[in-house]
């Protein structure tokens, strides 16, 4: 018999609009949206005060399984990211073993469904020799590519050009890349240790991995996408000048060449290194206040399409390493979205606009079937939230299994209250459901 759940009296935001009606699900899908919906049979969830957005797609996290479970695993960062109204995830390829061959894509696949409590699909690595592994994947079987032009954890480094090139011109999928000149953060690490040793300060990180290093790989990454005319995505912009790279005069479905912001970058800046420390020790770095406005400008105008999170989990104690052995990265899917809204009560940004760039373009951007709106016929991933209800974040109520969040002690004014996943209550009023009804993602690409 069909599992029926009533929303009722929610103010939607959804596709650019904010209006109140009631949603009705039958088992995994979205069937009704309308302003006076009665069903005997239903379960009903009385939302009156609350926002419903649809669930948010983070098309970059780092889950740290297989091989780094210490960290974090799939089971437990995707319950963090249903607490967080993350509903669904796109995860990286720098684990052990990396995610280069398409036995190991499908290794990770069932991994995912036995234990995760979101959506899930992961990205391909590409590196210097595994061209034909990626002439033979399916254009529909996962998220798309992910290239590291520029070292980052887990040392995937893609720098033979020739190979590159031949990526690009051999794949129809969205290829994501992290960019930072690998020459240029060499040397100017080379120049602090010289100075400091191993225990650099870490304000001088934005100044090892560079503005100059972010925008010299970028910008020829982008140049060669024009090339060969490269489905290209740039991962977490850091900053300002990078934006420039980027266009806002077509929709989002004609660009060939896109680009995301993750919450550090928006949110911190290098003021912030003398009270966060290797906390907030990301690659690319989190830079100065100017860039941040400027990456904010940039997304509010459309040259940047996507807010994502780039969820990193480290344990403390790798944290509290000196400089050059502390590892970049932190976790931050359980308190992504409610720091955008945290910027919305400050009125940086509309909630419609929050929506589009956490929900909307992400779906977009990958052509995920049937998610990242709320539609008749839809996935029911759908997050409540009370726009009213503060809150601390701290160690009782964080959820990574890291147990520290660069938030910690950051009181935030909304609080996500339910979390459906395909139709299931994951997350309610601070309690996980045991059961599990997350789906592999598909995608709509011909």
Known sequence: MATRVLIKNAKIVNENRIYESDVLIEDELIVKIDGSISDPTAKVIDASGRILLPGVIDDQVHFREPGLTHKGNIASESRAA??????????????????????????????????????????FGGTNDNLEEIKKLDRNACSGIKLFLGSSTGNMLV?????????????????S??????????????????????DIPVKYHPLIRSAEACYLSSSKAIALAK????????????????????????????????????????????ADYDTKGTLIKWNPAVKTAEDRSKLWDALLDDRIDVIATDHAPHTLEEKSNVYTQAPSGGPLVQHALPAMLQKYHEG?????????????????????????????GYFADLVLVDLNDSWQVSKNNIAYKCGWSPFD??????????????????????????????????????
């Open 82 to 123: 249903v607490a967080g109204g993350i509903t669904t995830f796109m995860e990286q390829p720098n684990t052990i073993p990396q995610t280069t061959t398409i036995e190991k894509l499908e290794e990770k696949f069932a991994l995912a469904a036995e234990t995760s409590f979101a959506n899930y699909s992961f990205l």
């Open 177 to 198: 890349a992290h960019c930072e000149d690998e020459s240029t953060i060499k040397q100017n690490l080379a120049l602090y240790k010289e100075k400091y040793g191993d």
């Open 409 to 446: 002690e950051t009181i935030f004014k909304s609080k996500v209250t339910h979390t459906f996943v395909n139709g299931h209550l994951a997350y309610e009023e601070g309690k996980f459901s045991g059961e599990r009804n997350a789906k592999r993602l598909t995608f709509n690409r011909p």
């Open 227 to 270: 090339k060969t005319g490269a489905r290209f995505h740039v991962f977490h912009l850091s900053t300002g000048i990078e934006t420039d790279l980027f266009r806002n005069d077509i929709p989002l479905e004609e660009k060939k060449i896109t680009a995301e912001v993750c919450i550090h970058h928006l949110w911190f800046s290098d």
């Open 348 to 376: 940086v940004i509309s909630l419609e606009k929050l929506v589009e760039k956490m929900c909307h373009n992400p779906a977009k951007l990958f052509e995920i079937e049937k998610r990242g709106f709320i539609r008749e």
């Open 159 to 175: 720098d033979d050009e020739e190979v590159i090139e031949k990526i690009f011109r051999n794949t129809e999928m969205v290829i």
